[in-house]
């Protein structure tokens, strides 16, 4: 009988020699790059500013394009999905967030979005049906440089705290995460969380120091989380308790997503 792994990994499959168009995601990143541009070479999008607002505009634009549909939660998380063949399969979802740092770099989060964007226009182009739905995430918020906490977005959609408490955070202008939510016009009316999730995949630029030490725990997590098919809860559970208590940077990396996994709403 032949596995699913086994058919993933045949060269014969239509997967096997599947590549993704480079330039065609490098372009699209150096075009999101431009909206909030720094004379150094630098991005400034804080979230929630209109500037993020813009970066949402291009990019939701590019993932409509693909036909796939979009909806906007309660905290603006996007989540743009293409169907799969089976409608009652649970989403494989990747993804990451736009906004930035104030001294952000062009690759980050967005490098995250915009290879799952790729993946998307890949498959397309290919005419590939995938059995499961294949959607694309953008977080709100995730680098919590404008509001706390930080991975506001995906942490409501986790559970880790409410809708309602991320949007009374204010920044230090007094301007509430609601209001500046709906001054963009992305507060949408999907509820936040409850997906149920096959699996979650993130492609992240990491600038912090933990890059001279190797590979990422949480990465190593996140894969493992991702790719176990038939795990129990117990196991996720135990795998993402490491990823979420290993280091102050590291924990600023997608644990929220993975912990989602976990919940009982995606439960297998
Ligand atoms: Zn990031």
């Not at 001294?103 to 059995?131: C, H, M, P, Q, W």
């Not at 940077?249 to 912990?259: K, N, Q, T, V, Y």
């Amino acid at each position: 009988m032949t596995t699913r792994s086994a058919v993933l990994h045949s060269p014969k499959s239509a997967t096997g020699s599947l590549r993704v168009n480079g330039g065609r995601l490098w372009r699209s990143l150096m075009e999101l790059a431009q909206i909030g541009a720094t004379p150094k070479g630098g991005v400034r999008r804080l979230a929630l500013t209109s500037l993020d607002g813009q970066g949402r505009d291009l990019v939701v634009g590019w993932l409509k394009e693909t036909g796939s549909r979009v909806e906007i939660d309660g905290a603006g998380n996007i989540f743009a999905t293409r169907p799969g063949r089976d409608p009652a399969a649970r989403v494989v979802l990747t993804g990451s967030h736009i906004d930035t740092q104030p001294s952000g770099g062009k690759f980050d989060g967005n490098y995250g979005v915009l290879a799952g964007l790729e993946v998307l226009r890949t498959l397309n182009d290919a005419g590939i049906a995938t059995e499961h739905p294949v959607a694309v995430a953008i977080w709100t918020n995730e680098e919590g440089s404008r509001f706390v906490p930080v991975m506001g977005g995906s942490g409501a959609f986790a559970g880790v705290h409410t809708l309602e408490h991320l949007l009374q955070q204010r920044d230090v202008d007094g301007i509430a995460f609601g209001d500046a939510l709906k001054d963009i016009g992305y507060a949408g009316d999907a509820p936040v969380g409850g997906r149920a999730l096959d699996a979650y995949f993130e492609a992240h630029i990491e600038q912090g120091p933990i890059l001279v030490l190797g590979r990422h725990p949480w990465e190593r997590a996140a894969m493992h989380c991702a790719a176990l098919r038939g795990w129990s809860r117990r196991s996720t559970h135990w795998r993402c308790a490491t990823c979420q208590t290993a280091g102050p940077r590291l924990g600023s990396c997608r644990s929220a997503p993975i912990r989602a996994m976990s919940s009982p709403g995606s439960s297998r």
